[in-house]
C-alpha cells in the first residue's frame, strides 16, 4: 500500500507547473524591447535591451563621458529604415544599423555604424554611415532607458533617447512624392 502511495505521489508531482523557468536562466536584469513607427510610408523600427537605472549615477560615471557606448544593453541597439530618410538632416538609405553615442555635458555625438550584428561593447571603427552632433535636454526621471517618437506629423518626426534625466532627440524626415 505504501508502494502505490509513493508512486501516486510522484506522478502527481510530475503534473504541478513549477513557477517561473526550470532550465536554471534567471530572468535578464536588461529586457528585450523594441519600437516601431510608420512616417508616411516608411517604417521605422528600433531594437533594443532595456538597462534601469536602479539608483546608479549613470552619465559621466556608469557611462564615461567621451567614450563611444551603444545606448542598451548585451545587443547593440539597431534602427531599420524601409526607405530613404533625413536623419538629423542628413541623407541616410534605406537600411539597418547600429545606434552608439559619444555623451558629454554639452553636446553628443549620434552615430549609426553599418555593422549591426554585435555586442554593446564592441563598436565597428572605420564603419560609420553618418555622425552627428545633438544638444542633450534634460527631463523627468526616466527609470528605464527608452527609445520613443514623441512627435510625428506628416513627413517629419522625433525619436528620442531618454534615460535617466537625459534626453537626445534626433529629426527625422521623409520626402513626400510629387511635392
Same mark, same amino acid.
Request: no cysteine; proline share 6%.
Given at each position: ?5 509513493? *508512486?501516486?505521489?510522484?506522478? %502527481?508531482? =510530475?503534473?504541478?507547473?513549477?513557477? +517561473?523557468?526550470?532550465?536554471?536562466? @534567471?530572468? #535578464?536584469? /536588461? ?43 548585451? *545587443?547593440?541597439?539597431?534602427? %531599420?529604415? =524601409?526607405?530613404?530618410?533625413?536623419? +538629423?538632416?542628413?541623407?541616410?538609405? @534605406?537600411? #539597418?544599423? /547600429? ?81
Amino acid at each position: 500500500m505504501r508502494r502505490w502511495h509513493l *508512486s501516486f505521489a510522484l506522478l %502527481a508531482a =510530475s503534473f504541478v507547473t513549477v513557477p +517561473g523557468r526550470i532550465d536554471g536562466q @534567471a530572468i #535578464k536584469f /536588461s529586457q528585450s524591447g523594441s519600437v516601431m513607427q510608420m512616417l508616411g510610408n516608411t517604417e521605422i523600427e528600433i531594437r533594443y535591451s532595456r538597462p534601469v537605472a536602479r539608483g546608479r549615477e549613470l552619465f559621466g560615471a556608469l557611462v564615461p563621458w567621451g567614450t563611444v557606448w551603444a545606448p542598451g544593453a548585451d *545587443s547593440a541597439t539597431t534602427i %531599420a529604415f =524601409s526607405d530613404e530618410v533625413l536623419f +538629423g538632416g542628413q541623407r541616410l538609405p @534605406a537600411g #539597418k544599423y /547600429s545606434i552608439w553615442m559619444i555623451p558629454d555635458p554639452e553636446s553628443w555625438t549620434v552615430i549609426l555604424n553599418r555593422v549591426t550584428d554585435v555586442f554593446h561593447t564592441r563598436y565597428a571603427e572605420g564603419q560609420d554611415v553618418l555622425r552627428m552632433q545633438v544638444e542633450p535636454e534634460r527631463g523627468m526621471h526616466m527609470e528605464t532607458l527608452t527609445f520613443h517618437f514623441p512627435v510625428v506629423d506628416g513627413p517629419n518626426a522625433v525619436l528620442a533617447f531618454h534615460w535617466g534625466e537625459t534626453v537626445v532627440r534626433v529629426p527625422i524626415e521623409i520626402e513626400l512624392e510629387g511635392v
